[in-house]
Structure formats: C-alpha cells, structure tokens
C-alpha cells in the first residue's frame, strides 16, 4: 500500500551537492520516522539518516557533517541534502520508514560522484 517515489540522484563531481527527494503516499506520513537508506554492489543495504516525525534528525558517522535530512510534513516527503560528496557515496539510495511498513521500499535513485 505504501508507495515511496525517490528522485534527485545523477552525477556529481567530490566536492559538489546533490538533493536528493523522497516521495510518500499510501500513509499517514506526519506520523511516522523516515529514514535514507543506500547500497552499493557487494554491499548490504545502510542507514544514512533518520529523521523522527518532529524533525529530529539522525546521521551515520559516513555522513556526519555532509549530509542533512529533513521532512516536509505538508507536502509529504522527505529530502537529503548531500554535500561534499565522496566517491564513497555513490549508491542508490532509497527511503523507508517504521513499522508496519518496513517492507515497502521504493526503487531508489543512483547517485555516481566520479571526476
């Protein structure tokens, strides 16, 4: 039932930026914690950040410094901005929330930081 929608990845230079957005649908959307999530090949899946329903945010030590997350209740998503990129970052990252619905992911979008 869930839908999640990420969009924003492409290519980016070390050093540069890229917003990365996450639409949701299917659920109450103010009341849950939303997180970003990303995988490389060979890789399981990672938490990059989490972000509780009041906007508190969390961050992976990888990204600490680098990357802020936030939710935009009203309009029901949930974006990552990503500074100073590395070519450590590049991943597909993908967004997911809570419980009852940690098997719903969407199909992500592909970040490449490559001079």
């Known amino acids: 039932q869930p839908q999640f929608v990420e969009s924003g990845g492409g290519s980016a230079q070390p050093g540069g930026s890229l917003k990365l957005a996450c639409a949701a649908s299917g659920i109450r959307f103010d009341i849950y914690n939303m997180g970003w999530y990303r995988q490389t090949p060979g890789k399981e899946r990672e938490v990059v950040a989490g972000?509780?329903?009041?906007?508190?945010?969390n961050y992976a030590d990888f990204v600490q410094g680098r990357f802020t997350i936030f939710r935009h209740n009203t309009d029901n998503t949930v974006t990552l901005q990503m500074n100073n990129l590395k070519p450590v970052d590049a991943a597909v990252y993908y967004c997911h929330t809570s419980e009852p619905y940690r098997g719903f992911w969407g199909q992500g979008t592909q970040v490449t930081v490559s001079s």
């Open positions: 972000v509780s329903r009041g906007n508190i945010p």
